[in-house]
């Protein structure tokens, strides 16, 4: 007997058709590159065969969804695609509409993008709103009958090539009985063995994480991107996002005022223009290395930096000492995804399903690292970029970035967060070290998370025990547990190793390191916290933010004044004196024109968004939709009472800073894209 057929006849089949399906869309992917592409930009030969190499992958995961319901039903006997005749004719039938709707999605597909340059996606429902319009515009820019023509010609072909495979499967009495044959352990392996290589398929590469759409986000040419995406997975993947969306007039209102508020060179609010240069002359800080460290959890309230009587970190409150510290440095919202989409495109993330980095829709954004134009871009993370689809934010806007991440380090894995943040951090060195150009690199820790692994080889770190406490419940100082206060102390204990082994390297004199928290905790923050943070949730979002360089702060300095994670980019290029080009909500710590209008966005996502606006002395929070006002003074005896009522002009004021704020973040995360910017020149 042949291998084939010793195959089971229900696997044959599905086989077969996952061939025929595969084949296909590589081949409309072909043709999507022939006619798409341009000659004049044409990408590489690197990322037109990973393009296919992905896209293929994609299409496995749309054609295994496809034929799961044929693998599932099909051992039913009634129902078996071979074997019985109700269950030829209904696969048939389904299978035959599956390839007709496949195609109708890539004719829509190939419409929209050559209408939009955007793959489809489920803001093409809008045109369902007025169907006789958008059908007008169709017939009228398509050719529909030929096009129809050729449509059902290529169906047929389809349907009778799949006929006609799937009916030339043996299914003679010696294949039937060959697995009726056999033991149950035989078919109970069978059973395992289609499982995992189902679940494989699903997964599509050999990761913590399945293959995501982010993943053909992989280039900062934008058309690789274009061509690795299956527009069925695509479209699926925007629908949770398709009512988040900005309203224009709302934007156009509030421009005005945020012309003023960013200090926009040259006002136009037919196309909301926001652009700011920042020229400076070229001179050897320009090209310092940037060294940011994005650190876990790193809340305020924990550290020595706010008179946390544990002195809990040392290391950080040394560098701070020698530097600039950012006392009041607030992350719009909590989530490590939030963070890293804000710092890198100085828009909050108010993204009401999941996160900014999971909407494919925004994915494209412009980013002031881009401004580093000398320098080689890295990022280093301990565990998976694949989380969060974080690698299609970096990937697809910081052209050459190089990215380090789990399974590329020599380290050991210690848990699920990946390396240890000691390792990540002598990792991190190796690399730096040898680097012959200016380099602008991002290492994120993660380590500051449950199980709270404290590694075996930690550079002599001891662990504290309630012994070494001053007295008290440990609440009382911020913490929960000995093991969280251990894993915080470790990460601190990191932080030192790094500048310590970091000091003897020549890259160490021209660098600017840049530390702060991705966010803080909402939980008890201790009896040394003021009763404003706890009482209002602002113990969540307040983060030390540490400027330290050797040769590049000339005076230490403690900045007292409130300070955003939108505003880090520009500061880092304000200090290292690098020309940059702003076009969202990010303005320069530095700059003193600012000082009169520092405030702090933040967002609370829940069933319905709760957006504030943070000064010195106020704490300004309403609903997205305007509702549910509440003002609060900080440094009241009772923080948590709401003065609106009070205090009438100032709440009016604030509701209408918020307001204008909150519907310009609306407009700038889905007006953003780097092709929208230009560089800038410094001047000699």
């Given amino acids: 007997m042949s291998f084939l057929n010793k195959i089971p006849r229900l696997h044959l089949y599905v086989i077969t058709v996952l061939l025929l399906f595969l084949v296909i869309q590589t081949g409309l992917r072909f043709i999507f590159w022939l006619k798409f592409n341009i000659p004049a930009d044409p990408i590489s030969t690197h990322d037109l065969l990973w393009s296919f190499y992905l896209g293929m992958k994609f299409d ?45 999605v890539y004719i829509t597909d190939a419409g929209h993008y050559a209408y939009l340059q955007q793959r489809l996606n489920a803001t093409a429902l809008r045109f369902l709103e007025n169907p006789f319009i958008s059908a007008d515009m169709v017939w009228e820019t398509y050719p529909v009958i030929s096009g129809g023509f050729v449509f059902i010609i290529v169906s047929a072909i389809t349907i009778y090539l799949f006929l006609k495979l799937t009916g030339s499967i043996n299914q003679s009495n010696l294949v039937r009985s060959y697995w009726q044959q056999k033991r149950w352990y035989h078919k109970t392996a069978l059973v395992i063995f289609t499982v995992f290589l189902v679940l494989f398929g699903f997964m599509a590469k050999i990761s913590w994480y399945p293959l995501r759409w982010s993943d053909a986000f992989f280039s900062t040419h934008a058309f690789s991107s274009q061509l690795a995406s299956n527009p069925v997975i695509y479209f699926t993947n925007t629908l949770k996002n398709v009512a988040e969306t900005y309203d224009i007039e709302a934007a156009r209102q509030a421009y005005p005022v945020m012309v003023e508020y960013l200090g926009v060179q040259n006002p136009d609010v037919n196309r909301l223009n926001y652009k700011r240069e920042q020229i400076f002359s070229t001179s050897a800080k320009s090209r310092s290395n940037v060294i940011v460290v994005i650190l876990e959890s790193f809340a305020s309230y924990k550290t020595s930096l706010t008179g946390n009587p544990l002195d809990t970190t040392p290391n950080i409150a040394r560098l701070a000492r020698e530097g600039y510290l950012f006392n009041r440095f607030y992350t719009p919202s909590t989530g490590t995804a939030r963070s890293v989409w804000t710092f890198t495109t100085g828009i909050p993330d108010i993204e009401k399903n999941k996160t900014s980095s999971r909407n494919p829709l925004i994915v494209d954004q412009y980013s002031i690292i881009n401004e580093f134009k000398d320098h080689k871009k890295l990022y280093f993370l301990g565990g998976s970029a694949s989380w969060a689809n974080i690698r299609g934010l970096l990937s697809s806007n910081i052209p050459g970035l190089e990215l380090h991440e789990e399974g590329s380090y020599d380290a050991p894995r210690v848990d699920v967060w990946g390396i240890s943040d000691l390792d990540l951090f002598r990792e991190a060195n190796a690399v730096l070290k040898k680097e012959k150009q200016p380099f602008f690199t991002i290492i994120q820790t993660s380590g500051n998370h449950r199980p709270y692994t404290i590694p075996e080889d930690n550079a002599g770190f001891e662990l504290w025990t309630e012994d070494d406490l001053p007295g008290g419940n440990i609440e009382d100082y911020g913490f929960a547990s000995l093991e969280e206060l251990n894993s915080f102390r470790f990460m601190d204990h990191s932080i030192g190793q790094f500048i310590k082994i970091a000091s003897k390297e020549p890259y160490f004199d021209n660098t600017l390191f840049v530390f702060f928290g991705d966010h803080g905790i909402h939980a008890h923050a201790g009896n040394h916290t003021p009763a404003y943070e706890e009482q209002l949730n602002l113990q969540g979002l307040r983060v030390p933010l540490v400027f330290y360089g050797k040769n590049l702060i000339d005076e230490a300095k403690v900045f007292d004044t409130i300070a955003s994670e939108v505003d880090v980019l520009p500061t880092i290029a304000s200090i290292t004196h690098t020309s940059y080009l702003d076009t969202t909500l990010g303005r320069s710590l530095l700059d003193e024109k600012y000082n009169n209008e520092r405030y702090a966005f933040t967002v609370e996502h829940g069933s319905d968004r709760t957006i504030g606006l943070l000064s010195d002395e106020y704490y300004m929070l309403m609903q997205a939709d305007g509702s549910n006002k509440r003002l609060h003074r900080l440094h009241s005896k009772n923080p948590r009472a709401n003065i609106a009522a009070q205090e009438k002009n100032i709440a009016a004021q604030y509701t209408q800073k918020l307001t204008d704020i909150w519907n310009t973040i609306r407009y700038m995360r889905e007006n953003n894209k780097p092709q929208q910017a230009r560089p800038v020149q410094a001047s000699n």
Avoid at 61 to 76: C, F, K, N, Y
């Fill in 60 to 104: 496995l995961q749309a054609s295994l969804g496809t034929l799961l319901p044929v693998l599932l039903l099909g051992w039913i006997k009634p129902l078996h695609p071979v074997y019985s005749t109700l269950g030829k004719r209904l696969w048939a039938v389904y299978i035959s509409l599956a390839f007709i709707l496949m195609y109708l």
